[in-house]
């Protein structure tokens, strides 16, 4: 395969922009296709397809906040209203949302973590796919990710867990890249053992 410099720099560069800096325009019908076409190539032992995807777009998106903020305004009902409100918001203002669940299945020769982590190949490619579109995106968790009843008000089935939601618009600011760990703190070469 060809050297990529185009693809170095976008690796050596790539960022996520936060929730709070998408805005619309989201991605259109045949380049959501491409995103989820990318997204879905990953590694995957023996090529068993443990994850599927979730789509958020559109009225869906103040639907599912709606419903996050009746959840916890329920258990909590001392909770302010600025808290709800947040809840109402989690889908918004980026355009589209897809939630990536981790299916696991049995299999005789590929552990849970191995799935597991596909599945996180599968949120994180999603975010490189927005990218490559001209999109940005991040990829967050937040507690309904690990909330039994509020992932599956999301969609999630017996057995499913949600690994990740990556919120998907048009940047509306130039992000600030983060501090990245330094190689020597994390990289060590292995030698034989005393
Ligand atoms: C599995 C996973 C879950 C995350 N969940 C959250 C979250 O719930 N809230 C949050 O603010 N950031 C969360 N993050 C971090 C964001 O993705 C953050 O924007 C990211 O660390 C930025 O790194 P990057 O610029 O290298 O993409 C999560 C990251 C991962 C890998």
Redesign the pocket.
């Known amino acids: 395969m060809p050297a990529n410099p185009a693809l170095r720099d976008y690796l050596l560069n ?5 929730l709070a800096f998408l805005q619309e325009p989201g991605p259109s019908p045949s380049e959501l296709e491409t995103i989820l076409t990318i997204a879905t190539r990953v590694p995957d032992h023996g090529k068993i397809t443990p994850w599927r995807l979730v789509i958020f777009e559109g009225d869906a998106r103040r639907d599912a906040g709606e419903r996050l903020a009746a959840i916890l305004g329920q258990r909590r009902p001392d909770l302010d209203a600025a808290s709800l409100e947040a809840e109402r918001q989690r889908f918004l203002p980026a355009p589209l949302t897809i939630g990536v669940l981790s299916v696991p299945q049995e299999h005789p020769k590929v552990p849970e973590l191995e799935q597991v982590l596909s599945a ?1 190949n599968v ?2 490619n999603l ?1 490189n796919a927005a990218f490559a579109l001209g999109y940005a995106a ?6 309904f ?1 690990f909330d039994d009843e509020a992932a599956a008000m999301l969609g999630a089935g017996a057995g499913e867990r949600f ?2 939601f990556v919120h998907i618009g048009t940047s509306r600011a130039v ?1 600030e ?2 501090p ?1 760990p330094a190689l020597s703190d994390v990289v060590t070469r292995w030698s034989v053992p005393d």
Do not use: K
Not at 138 to 143: D, G, I, L, Q, Y
């Open positions: 790539r960022r996520s922009v936060g996180g949120a994180f975010l991040s990829w967050v968790t937040r507690w990710a690994v990740g992000i890249d983060r990245r």
